[in-house]
């Protein structure tokens, strides 16, 4: 459990499929995170969705050699996201107000997750989640903005409630092809 | 074949686009795809371009990719600890010869093409083997990457230039390393960067995020109100002393805007802890750098080094702006942090810069939109031929201040951007360094001594 | 045959040196931690010279394509397409000179 909690740590080769019920409860979890971010639901998903002692990483994403040591991120060094409950909660404070500019007016969300691939751990009602995903954001006439990438959740069951503990997001760009990143993923 | 380092010339037509009189500048400058030529040519091929943190590069073969002006350059570290920076770009058919942004203990850089391979020296090593070597006027040490005409470093911080009569660092600084060491000097055991970039793509002429650090802070109160009350609850204040401390200071066209209010940009990041970091080595840095600069070490303040390498005292990120053509740049950000400092105060800086100025920071969020629409609405072709307003602050230059170069009362001011608007000029209008480095942008002193 | 190269103190540690003896193709010398090494000064990949390369890591790097051979075994590493290991002479520093067999060993 603790490994699996390390956000450093890759999930690597999962084989542990949950059955078909915890996999549409996870998924149906996953699809209702997503319309809560579609529609700028920034407080309501943290305050129902995030687990307290939540690890939210996105590293960017380096063009290395296949040989290079290092290889395509480091956790330590540079990130999109590297937060805890605390700096998402501050993310989320700015969405709150009426001056953030860059989604006044609003911006138009579409996240699609797909891919999604349920395991269970070690732990009973913690489960290793792969997703996919395409996050499309629109705003003002033409200006759009879209990231493909990969991610490594783990959900955890308390009082009845599926919670997200950790989440590893891999992008497939190198250089941001946007200007922000004015969403969750 | 020897390089090939193009040479100036004048435009001064474009020169005139920036009104020094009526303080306004022509928004041509910003769309107009002769003027972005001339700007690769009369700016980015001959001024000092920053390349990379020496701390990037420790070991011999220690390299890095990055631009300067639109070219792509190799940066890397030779076996007798000093650096060279290259054109990427292989002599044969000139295809790129690396293709990574960074590596450590590099061999050397061979083409994908025709397997021509050069050393970390830049010299050609070989070919692909057997063709080249039976063909006797075929002369190997003749051909090589293109090297950079210059390159040096100041207190860590690596910067090149493509131009052989340009002068030295230190002179296209002059007295602005004053400043510079509020940042780079201002403990011992110098600087480093934190562990890779955030690079991400802005649809702006490079000039406005460029003006906007060499002074802008005005915009900080409309721009970033959202981002100051999710971190500090309230607006950034700009304290008690403001009238009495608060300066604008630029030398050629290079200019920093401070109000030495101690850890108003620091309190930014959101942590409690690089508040106290910082108010300790401001009382340390007193004896090093005088009360001022140890004042401004994490004041609300601003710089851009001319033309495109930017940072924050205070919240201690460092950018450059590449130009991607007239109305896109590549935005590139490392975080700089004491070497002597403890580790978890470099991991909060770390994690500072990335939840205030990078892409999905409270504070660079709101950033992007206003410069891109800054530029392109001038696509119109009736608004671009309406002229911009940089008039702030007309009657507050400080002739008596003791700090050095054009000194403005009050960062609240448009005099930094009046200047690095007048240095773009004398760079559009001037094909000598002479004339470069003694114009109107020159430190007041030097004028003086220019025109006896 | 044994042939002379050179003084042995004309090799130093961690260097490689290029000699020629009349009638062979170009040998490259080399010392890592006292013991000799000699070998055609040919890269067995592209014809380069190794003398243009350097050693580390117990292994002669390849100036050119960057292959690396073990001292010794001049077993093949970072290979190149195509690469075969290296072949060393048999040598000897005899009163101070270098002596080696200048033919290719099986």
Not at chain 1, 8 to 17: C, E, H, I, S, V
Not at chain 1, 150 to 159: G, K, P, T
Not at chain 2, 304 to 313: A, E, G, H, I, R
Not at chain 3, 14 to 40: K, M
Request: hydrophobic share 40%.
């Amino acid at each position: 459990m603790p490994d699996l909690l390390n956000i450093a740590r890759p999930f690597g080769d999962l084989d542990r499929p949950v059955d078909v019920e915890t996999e549409r409860e996870v998924t149906r979890w996953l699809h209702l995170e997503a319309r809560l971010l579609d529609a700028e639901r920034y407080q309501e998903w943290i305050d129902t969705m995030i687990a307290p002692d939540i690890r939210y990483w996105m590293p960017d994403m380096d063009t290395r050699r296949r040989d290079d040591p290092r290889g395509t991120f480091r956790h330590g060094e540079s990130a999109y996201f590297d937060d805890s409950w605390h700096e998402l909660s501050v993310r989320v404070r700015r969405y709150n107000e009426p001056s953030a500019w860059a989604d006044n007016p609003a911006t138009r969300h579409a996240h699609l997750i797909s891919n999604i691939e349920v395991h269970a751990t070690d732990d009973d009602g913690v489960y290793a989640v792969f997703s996919a995903f395409t996050n499309v954001r629109n705003r003002n006439e033409a200006d759009q903005d879209i990231v493909h990438g990969r991610r490594e959740d783990v959900l955890r069951r308390s009082d009845g409630r599926l919670k997200l503990v950790r989440r590893r997001i891999f992008i497939v760009q190198n250089i941001l092809l946007s200007k922000n990143l004015n969403t969750f993923f | 074949m020897r390089p090939v380092y193009p040479r100036a010339s004048s435009y001064p037509d474009f020169a005139r686009l920036v009104d020094r009189d009526k303080a306004q500048v022509d928004r041509r400058v910003f769309v107009d795809k002769a003027i972005y030529q001339a700007e690769l040519q009369q700016i980015f091929a001959r001024a000092w371009l920053f390349l990379a943190h020496e701390s990037q590069i420790p070991n011999p073969g220690d390299f890095l990719r990055t631009s300067m002006g639109e070219d792509d350059v190799i940066v890397v570290r030779q076996r007798d600890k000093t650096v060279k920076a290259f054109l990427n770009s292989c002599p044969h058919r000139g295809n790129r010869v690396c293709m990574v942004d960074a590596g450590t203990r590099a061999r050397g850089f061979i083409c994908n093409y025709h397997g021509w391979s050069f050393g970390i020296d830049g010299a050609l090593r070989g070919t692909d083997g057997k063709v080249y070597e039976t063909d006797e006027t075929f002369e190997k040490a003749q051909i090589g990457l293109t090297p950079v005409a210059q390159i040096d470093s100041y207190k860590g911080l690596i910067f090149a230039t493509f131009d052989p009569q340009a002068p030295s660092l230190e002179d296209f600084f002059g007295p602005f390393t004053w400043y510079l060491d509020i940042m780079l000097d201002n403990d011992e055991g110098g600087t480093e960067f934190v562990g890779g970039a955030i690079r991400s793509i802005i649809d702006c002429n490079w000039k406005f995020p460029a003006e906007n650090f060499v002074g802008d802070i005005l915009h900080a109160f409309w721009t970033h109100q959202s981002g100051a009350q999710a971190i500090l609850g309230g607006a950034v204040d700009l304290g008690k002393r403001y009238d009495e401390l608060a300066f604008q200071a630029s030398v050629y066209g290079h200019g920093i805007e401070s109000n030495l209010d101690k850890v108003g940009n620091t309190r930014t990041l959101g942590y409690p802890e690089l508040v106290d970091y910082v108010f300790d080595l401001s009382e340390k840095a007193r004896d090093r750098l005088g009360d001022i600069r140890a004042r401004a070490i994490g004041a609300i303040s601003s710089c851009t080094v001319f033309p495109n390498f930017s940072f924050l005292p205070g919240q201690n990120t460092f950018r450059v702006w590449h130009p991607r053509g007239p109305g896109k740049i590549e935005l590139v950000a490392w975080t700089l942090v004491n070497k002597n400092a403890p580790e978890h105060i470099k991991e909060l800086y770390r994690k500072g810069t990335m939840m205030t100025f990078s892409p999905g920071g409270v504070f660079e969020m709101d950033d992007g939109e206003n410069w891109e629409y800054a530029t392109r609405v001038n696509e119109g072709f009736v608004t671009r031929h309406q002229p911009l307003h940089y008039a702030l602050g007309l009657g507050t230059e400080d002739a008596a201040s003791e700090m050095p170069g054009h000194v403005h009362r009050g960062s609240l001011n448009d005099a930094n951007q009046r200047l690095f608007y007048t240095r773009w000029a004398e760079f559009m209008k001037y094909d000598n360094w002479t004339d470069l480095q003694n114009g109107e942008t020159a430190p007041p002193v030097r004028r003086a001594q220019a025109a006896e | 045959m044994m042939i002379e190269l050179c003084d042995s103190g004309a090799i130093r540690d961690g260097e490689i040196t290029r000699v020629t003896a009349p009638g062979f193709p170009a040998v490259a010398i080399a010392r890592h931690n006292g013991a000799l090494y000699v070998f055609p000064d040919r890269c067995p990949h592209a014809d380069e010279s190794l003398a243009e390369g350097w050693i580390e890591d117990g292994r002669v790097v390849c100036g050119v394509h960057f292959a690396e051979f073990e001292l010794g075994s001049g077993e093949v590493h970072n290979r190149p397409v195509g690469c075969p290991n290296l072949s060393f002479f048999r040598c000897e520093d005899r009163d101070g000179k270098v002596f080696a067999t200048l033919a290719v060993e099986a």
